[in-house]
């Protein structure tokens, strides 16, 4: 399995970023991939989560209506965009994926996937 997480950097607020998260060595459609952020010191927490083979979005309360989680067909990649950021988004952004084929009640803890990408950067500044 490996998860490969692109598209971080510097954006000043107000500002877009768009990651994504390259999926290999797995059946893609089979498992539920999510994006989940951590600053330091703090739980990794969920912000959005799909349902790869129907394209079914979740989003923490947090980010509904500022990003955008989409499956890129026939590249098994998850793309997250990133629209209205603001200084609090700033964190390391990682893709996961989830044990189960459906993102799944609770999906924004961590109890539930199995594996991670390395994370990238997102700084947002004034």
């Known amino acids: 399995v490996q998860l490969v997480e692109s598209g971080g950097g510097l954006v000043h607020t107000g500002g877009s970023l768009t990651l994504s998260c390259a999926a290999s060595g797995f059946y893609f459609d089979d498992y539920a991939i999510g994006w989940f952020r951590q600053a330091p010191g703090k739980e990794r927490e969920g912000v959005a989560c799909?349902?790869?083979?129907?394209?079914?979005?979740f989003y923490a309360d947090s980010v509904k209506g500022r990003f955008t989680i989409f499956v890129e067909r026939g590249k098994n990649t998850v793309v997250l965009r990133m629209n209205s950021l603001q200084n609090e988004d700033t964190d390391v952004y990682y893709c996961?994926?989830?044990?189960?084929?459906?993102?799944?009640?609770?999906?924004?803890?961590?109890?539930?996937?199995?594996?991670w990408g390395q994370g990238t950067q997102v700084t947002v500044s004034a």
């Open positions: 799909i349902t790869t083979s129907d394209g079914a979005p």
């Open positions: 996961g994926r989830f044990r189960d084929d459906f993102c799944p009640t609770g999906w924004i803890t961590t109890r539930r996937l199995d594996s």
